[in-house]
């Protein structure tokens, strides 16, 4: 079973910078380079959204633009990660943030980017504070 963990969220001072890291478990098998991995976040009261992905498949990558020029995802496929880094964080960046792989997604496609059901495995979210 492929288990997604997300994880690096915290505090950060409105400014600030966090990288936040998605992590498959080793003993699934599961390879990143295999799949596009989406990250998606959720504040109180509003719907989750969809705010980067990229897929290794294609060498394509999506950014919000609320993230865009600020946010920045890679992979490493030596360590089967995914990295959002978050530079400049807003306020309005507080949220709990999610990541997500999908196998048919490719992520220059834009409007299946932020289409829950096309992704196949779910990570459990971590929070992000941004504080004034």
């Known amino acids: 079973d492929v288990q997604l963990q997300a994880s690096g969220g915290g505090l950060v001072q409105r400014g600030g910078s966090l990288r936040l890291s998605c992590a498959a478990s080793?003993?699934?098998?599961?390879?990143?380079?295999?799949?596009?991995v989406g990250w998606f976040r959720q504040s109180p009261g509003k719907e989750r959204e969809a705010i980067s992905c990229?897929?290794?498949?294609?060498?394509?990558?999506f950014y919000a633009d609320s993230v865009k020029a600020r946010f920045t995802i890679s992979a490493d496929n030596a360590e089967n990660t995914v990295y959002l880094q978050m530079n400049n964080l807003k306020l309005e960046d507080t949220a709990v943030y999610y990541c997500?792989?999908?196998?048919?997604?490719?992520?220059?496609?834009?409007?299946?980017?932020?289409?829950?059901?096309?992704?196949?495995?779910w990570g459990q979210g971590t929070q992000v504070t941004v504080s004034s």
């Open positions: 997500a792989a999908s196998w048919s997604l490719r992520c220059g496609n834009k409007a299946l980017v932020g289409v829950s059901t096309t992704y196949d495995y």
């Open positions: 080793a003993a699934s098998g599961f390879t990143f380079d295999d799949y596009a």
């Open positions: 990229i897929s290794e498949v294609d060498g394509t990558t």
